[in-house]
């Protein structure tokens, strides 16, 4: 027994995230080669990224929610419940810094009636974060009605739209919190409790974990980045917010750390998959768009990535099986 | 070669690299019960696989009735009259009896529905000779383990199974139970039907076999007539080599008691339990399978803190109510399934060793791999943990290693009270005996120990002391020199009055 395992280059070279990446650098390659003139163009690279940069913190909370075995379907109407938060105390004339922690504050609140139904009266985070999604867009909808708010401090289009040297603010701003994540997630003993929650909730139980506690802290950690999701997401809307919008937005996240490597039965998975993950998207519906894709076609497309995604790992298991039955065959 | 019902000759069977068979043989003769032997992983699961047509057989040759037969899947044994009852029950919990027994071969009426008065009044046919009492509209999952296997079996015989082939049925029944199956097997036997058993426990072969196959290593080791062969010959063939002693000599010092439970209840599962355990003793707490032990231990670990009475530390009164708390307070447990609620299978060795005690490898929230790993290392040395690497996941391992692992996490933790449900279950032979080894060093170390456990020998080898519990009350209690089996098996069939 050798408490060390060899470091192996293509080992490394063939783990999920190193083919994220090859993944990305294959959609800029067609992207440059079909464009070329648009692709070196002043500007284009940093536009795709902030286009995608909307949902990012969504995406961040999202792996934690998913590496627990669990999921969370309301984020984009709790986002949009922030945003209302914010938007109406603006309204109001309240302080922009009490109104931007109100709105937090607010996601933190829906985070946790989602993280209290989960973990400590024990229902099906699909269905509590179903319904809860309906409930949340639906207090929205009947406070705003058709109205708009377009009442938002300053830095939140500034956030979503400025750069800094030519690399996006939102972008400098998502990979400081990503930075973060990857902390949390694989090296502190809370993240090594969501892999071990996501694995076997019985065995982390007797392992003297609180799973409840646990749970009720990630939905909490969700809720937070609902409410920062809140500013990336009117910001890139251009200051303003209404009660449609941000559908599908979930579904998203949910599409991102599925490709990412999270898997959606929880414990498996690295946090650099989605935050890479996050980048291949916005280029892929990026080029998609290029190429003269209807918008409503890329909806389909979010869904044929979750899809596949989730089906990777089966196939993989099948296809390395008849491969290497081949080969014995020869 | 027509006195074998059943022939197999030099069977190999691999996968990817492993070879699980290495051209075994077995003859089976019509109307006999075959016990087949082996450790875990010494291939009776494949052979029996292969057997079923579950598996198909890289080389080798099988004979029905001295017909070369191939089966490409379990569908085309079964219409060849061969059904095999698994260890694990195969059956759909929330539909009835009569619904698993008729799964696939439904009886139609003219119109094309299914009959179910009919079909219904089959299975009670099928059922009445095997437990007369048994309502068939009953879902399965109303029903005890034993009696599930009854099921399988009706439906095995509702397919004319001329051959049947039992994986370890009375590893989970208790001592009646087993008696009762017993008798319907040797019920088949008289019927004609040839049985291969496969088990863990020489009662059962003694009882019913007249020859027994040993497999080990997946080789054929060799085929005896039970009466010519003797316990412990079969156990050096087992395991491969001589085994002189089960049980350790104890050297535990037995000091101060460390932990009392005081009259503790909980409805519908024990009532008014008391004990102690003292340091470096080993307490067993046994009974019938459903006597309440697994539930008082999780009522002290603090899975279902107990509705009253108390317990104590040291003489101090505590107040379990998580498995958190018991951790706190130095109490740890080995749960009974470790598939379950010991491992996670995933994760490698050393995270597995961890889980229960993370916060020492940890300043400000962020985790010392390398000290975790150094920590995990020692404590899988400590207990011989055979594994290529801490860095491999424990699906990797034996069942006996796999256990090993469970124990590293309760060391890793600071405990002073150790509760071990069944530490041996579903264990060969051979690795039993460096877990009871591991056992007595723990109490060796000043550990108090409670150890649930089902089979006698074990609690009469290893323990010092002994609680019997029948229906959720304490029935009895023992020490290690006065204790017979005779004593403890009357003490887990008494009726009510608490004893001692």
């Known amino acids: 027994m050798n408490e060390k395992k060899k470091w192996k280059l293509t080992g490394f070279l063939v783990q999920w995230e190193m083919i994220l990446i090859y993944l990305l650098l294959l959609i800029n390659i067609l992207l440059m080669l079909a464009r070329p003139n648009l692709y070196f163009a002043s500007g284009t690279i940093t536009s795709i990224i902030q286009s995608g940069m909307d949902l990012c913190p969504l995406v961040l909370g999202m792996a934690l929610v998913m590496m627990m075995g669990e999921i969370d379907v309301s984020c984009a109407a709790n986002m949009i419940f922030c945003s209302m938060t914010t938007g109406l105390l603006m309204d109001r004339g309240v302080p922009a810094v009490v109104c931007v922690l109100a709105g937090i504050a607010t996601g933190v609140l829906l985070g946790m009636f989602n993280g209290v139904l989960v973990g400590y009266v024990g229902m099906p985070s699909v269905i509590v974060t179903i319904s809860n999604s309906l409930l949340y867009r639906g207090v929205v909808k009947i406070i705003l009605d058709v109205n708009v708010l377009r009442n938002f401090p300053d830095f939140y289009t500034k956030l979503a739209w400025n750069q800094i040297a030519g690399i996006p603010l939102a972008m400098i701003i998502f990979l400081l919190m990503a930075a973060v994540f990857v902390v949390i997630l694989q090296k502190t003993g809370f993240g090594r409790k969501l892999y071990i929650i996501g694995n076997n909730a019985v065995t982390a139980e007797y392992s003297g974990i609180n799973v409840r506690k646990t749970k009720l802290a990630v939905y909490l950690i969700m809720g937070v980045m609902c409410g920062i999701a809140s500013i990336f997401f009117v910001g890139r809307m251009g200051g303003g917010v209404s009660s449609t919008m941000g559908v599908g937005y979930e579904m998203n996240a949910i599409a991102i750390c599925a490709l990412g490597g999270i898997s959606t039965s929880g414990g498996k998975g690295k946090m650099y998959g989605p935050i890479i993950s996050t980048f291949i998207m916005a280029f892929l519906i990026y080029t998609l768009g290029l190429m003269g894709v209807d918008a409503n076609a890329k909806k389909t497309l979010t869904g044929l990535v979750l899809l596949i995604a989730v089906l990777i790992p089966n196939i993989n298991k099948d296809l390395f099986a008849s491969v290497r039955r081949k080969f014995r065959k020869i | ?500």
């Open chain 2, 1 to 500: 070669m027509g006195d074998y019902i059943l022939e197999l000759k030099d069977v190999v069977k691999t996968f990817g690299g492993v070879q699980a068979l290495k051209g075994v043989s077995f003859q089976l003769k019509p109307g006999e019960i075959h016990a087949l032997m082996g450790e875990n992983g010494a291939g009776k699961s494949t052979f029996i696989k292969v057997i079923t047509g579950v598996h198909q057989p890289d080389s080798g040759t099988m004979l029905l009735e001295g017909e070369q037969v191939t089966f490409r899947s379990p569908l085309e044994s079964a219409r060849m009259g061969i059904a095999a009852i698994y260890q694990h029950v195969t059956a759909f919990p929330d539909l009835t009896v009569t619904e698993n027994i008729f799964m696939g071969q439904e009886i139609k009426n003219k119109m094309g529905f299914y009959n179910w008065k009919l079909m219904n009044q089959k299975a009670k046919e099928l059922i009445a000779p095997l437990s007369p009492t048994l309502d068939v509209r009953k879902p399965m999952s109303a029903l005890s383990v034993a009696e599930q296997q009854l099921v399988e079996i009706a439906k095995a015989l509702s397919r004319n199974a001329r051959i049947m082939i039992m994986d370890e049925p009375t590893a989970s029944l208790t001592n009646h139970e087993c008696e009762e199956l017993y008798r319907i097997t040797e019920n088949l036997r008289d019927q004609g039907v040839s049985i291969i058993f496969i088990t863990h426990k020489f009662e059962d072969m003694y009882r019913l076999a007249s020859r027994v196959t040993v497999f080990r290593d997946a080789e054929y080791i060799g085929c005896w007539d039970v009466d010519q062969i003797t316990n412990h010959d079969l156990i050096s063939k087992m395991v491969g080599r001589e085994l002189n002693q089960m049980y350790p000599e104890k050297t535990a010092q037995i000091g101060q008691v460390v932990f009392e439970v005081e009259g503790i209840s909980k409805e519908g599962y024990f009532k008014d339990v008391s004990f102690d355990v003292r340091q470096g003793e080993i307490v067993a707490l046994t009974g019938l399978v459903g006597a309440g032990r697994t539930e008082v231990c999780q009522s002290i670990f603090g899975i279902m803190p107990p509705d009253t009475g108390s317990l104590k530390l040291n003489g101090q009164t505590i107040h379990v109510r998580s498995p958190k708390d018991a951790f706190r307070f130095g109490i740890g447990m080995l749960p009974e399934d470790r598939q379950i609620q010991g491992l996670i299978n995933e994760l490698p060795i050393y995270q597995n060793v961890t889980s229960a005690a993370m916060d020492k490898f940890q300043r400000y929230g962020i985790i010392n791999v390398e000290q975790e790993k150094e920590a995990a290392l020692g404590f899988c040395q400590k207990i011989q943990l055979k594994a290529e690497s801490i860095q491999a996941p424990p699906s990797s391992l034996s069942g006996g290693n796999q256990q090993k692992v469970v124990f590293a996490k309760l060391l890793n933790c600071d405990l002073k009270v150790l509760i071990l449900d069944e530490p041996t279950k579903g264990i060969d032979v051979g690795a039993k005996s460096s877990i009871y080894e591991i056992m007595n060093e723990l109490a060796s170390g000043g550990y108090a120990i409670i150890m649930v456990s089902s089979e006698m020998p074990e609690v009469l080898g290893m323990a010092d002391r002994i609680v019997v519990m029948k229906a959720g009350r304490v029935t009895g209690t023992f020490d290690k020199g006065e204790a017979t089996q005779e004593m403890i098996l009357e003490a887990s069939l008494r009726q009510k009055e608490a004893g001692a």
